[in-house]
């Protein structure tokens, strides 16, 4: 086995788990990751193997979610009533099946919020070029500390993710599809969209997490049927890898989710704002300063 690749798919899933959930582009860390590595150590996994790895993590990532929020996603659950029988005048316990209509209703809005990014993502492929990747950082990164500072003088009008309207879903799954430019960031466009519609911090991540199920297994499923007979002929050090990067990357997302809720309950998303602006001038940086020498 190949330590260096065994530590690179550790390191990927770290990634992975912690900025698939913070708006900061996972897509946009992981390329320019991936970039510096293969610059200086190379890579001996096959292509094929490449191409898989990347939406295969993200399945370990988005488990943490079903796992988190089950009890909210869900729509299937057991009610304890009590029922008198001809024989007792006590109510005797028993449980019952029942549906949630306002979980069903939640996964309509999901659904509808995925059509546009599954539109744009099947017609347009632009280039994961690092000054792409640089401005796209800085550019979200500043409408983070604009929307923010604009949002201290407004009152969330949805507080919870259930209440979020047909309207308000449809809006924030257009802006998700603006995802395809790398360095965008899934969750922090869909987190803006639902900041500017008056969503509360946590139901706009909650809806954002959400949404990620579809999307992420759908590519990931589209990426296995495209590659189909190179992930079957993986050699069993490629499995371990994949498994390892997996493992990590669910692990990693549990704490991450864990953190952001608790976090976005009492501070804004500022601080996510200044890092991608300072990532993405360092990005530039690098491209720029070595052209001068």
């Known amino acids: 086995m190949d330590f260096l690749e065994l530590i690179k798919a550790v390191l990927l899933g770290i990634i992975e788990g912690i900025t698939e959930w913070l708006p900061v582009s996972s897509t946009g860390h992981i390329l320019l990751f991936d970039a510096v590595w293969s610059a200086t150590s190379g890579s001996q996994a096959s292509e094929a193997f490449q191409d898989f790895f990347l939406y295969f993590i993200q399945l370990g990532a988005i488990l943490s979610v079903v796992i988190l929020f089950f009890g909210k996603l ?15 005048s006590v109510p005797a316990p028993i449980k019952r099946l029942y549906s949630d209509k306002n979980i ?7 659904a509808v919020a995925c059509i546009p990014c599954v539109i744009v993502g099947v017609l347009v492929d632009i280039t994961d070029e690092p000054w792409i990747i640089a401005v796209a950082l ?8 604009f929307i923010e500072k604009w949002n201290e003088k407004r009152e969330a009008k949805v507080t919870d993710v259930y209440a979020i309207t047909w309207t308000q879903a449809a809006i924030i799954g257009a802006a998700q599809a603006l995802s395809v430019i790398p360095g965008t960031s899934r969750s922090g ?12 911090r946590p139901a706009g991540a909650e809806f954002t997490f959400f949404l990620a199920i579809p999307v992420m297994v759908g590519a990931s499923l589209l990426q296995f049927l495209k590659n189909v007979s190179g992930v079957l002929s993986f050699t069993v050090f490629e499995w371990i890898y994949l498994f390892a990067g997996f493992a990590v990357a669910f692990a990693v997302s549990m704490l991450c989710i864990k953190w952001l809720m608790s976090f976005v309950r009492n501070h804004d998303f500022k601080p996510f704002g200044w890092y991608r602006i300072a990532l993405g001038a360092l990005v530039l940086a690098t491209m720029v300063i070595p052209a001068w020498f």
């Open 74 to 88: 869900c729509p299937f659950k057991l009610r304890q009533k009590s029922e008198f029988t001809d024989a007792q």
């Open 189 to 200: 466009v869909t987190i803006l969209a639902a900041l500017l519609l008056g969503i509360s």
């Open 104 to 110: 069903w209703l939640l996964w309509g809005k999901v």
């Open 138 to 145: 800085i550019v979200y990164g500043a409408l983070f500390l």
